[in-house]
């Protein structure tokens, strides 16, 4: 088999579980938006197989991987541009994740942060899906050829596993460089967006308590409640980062605001050390309302006619299709299986 050098191509994905909050964005989707401007070969998967690792209701399902959808495009996604699609759509997929099932060792699996944050106390009683999440990640991935793939800090661990598979298929048929070792691009100033009430903690959906986190879909004044309850401390704004950074509420939120505005935490130090929080706070709703505003109403309108999302999806899944089947067939050439593929 001819072994060429892989082209830069962009993939990433998101859960469609629920409200996509300021971390998905600031961490991920904006970031989606600015590769996807510089030109680059984009694909943004709605990742609905990894949704179901954890109890999802079906009807809520359905609509939740319309709203992603939607939500993708309002935060300035284009079809025309990227390959926008769901990951059940697509069977590549779940094909490679079970060939990467064989290569994944049990220990790589056991070392990974996510899943024992998941699992909880109950490890005996997660899915195996959930266990085996990392390499249903990695297919995605890998099943595209991907090079680069821009995530929240959250998930540099499962990129080092998808590396680990790649090299480990590599090795173990002796087919250098077929599957890429693709790289994270982690946003310099928003790697890891933290809970509103609780610093030490990320930004996610699964807390309990809503106050916690910015939905994208959060409404002018629950945005500004939101902020104004956000825990700080008493001290002024600081004028060194290194003094900041001892805080970490604080730091969220001078990070939240230097991400939402495109300048640096020290230039927002500058503008407004020594003021209190009670002055600054008004100013990042402010900024918030701004940005996710419009996004909202978008996602709204979008909303309005579901067909035309659901036709979005279908065509992205079409373009997809095209790069990967002829992936998955090489994959099964080098592992000596059938090299028919059905569909
Ligand atoms: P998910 O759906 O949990 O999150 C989507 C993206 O948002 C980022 N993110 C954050 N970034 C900064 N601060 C936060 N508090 C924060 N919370 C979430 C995540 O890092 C992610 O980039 N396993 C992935 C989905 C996935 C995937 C993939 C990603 C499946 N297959 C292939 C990339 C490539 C996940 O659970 O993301």
Redesign the pocket.
Known sequence: MKIKQHKKRI?????P?GNIHL??Y???VKNFVKLQRLGNETLF?I?DL?AITVWQDPKVLQSSIRELAATFIACGLDSKKSVLFSQSQVSSHVELAWIFNCVARMGWLNRMTQFKDKAGKNKENASVGLFAYPA??AA??LAYHATH???????KQ?LELTRDIATKFNNDFQVPNFFPNPEPIIEQI?????NLRDGSK???KSDTSDMSRINIQDNKDLIALKVRKAKTDQEPIPEDIVDLEKRPEANNLINIYASLIDCTPKDVLTEYCGQPFSNFKPKLAEVLVSELGPISKKINQLLEHPDEIDKVLNEGAIKAKKISEPIIKDTYKILGLSNNISN
């Open positions: 993939f990433s994905g998101v859960q579980t971390g998905n600031l961490g991920a998967c990742v990894h249903l990640m995605d991935i793939v821009p995530v929240g800090e959250d998930q499962h928003a790697p890891r967006i933290m990320k930004m996610s």
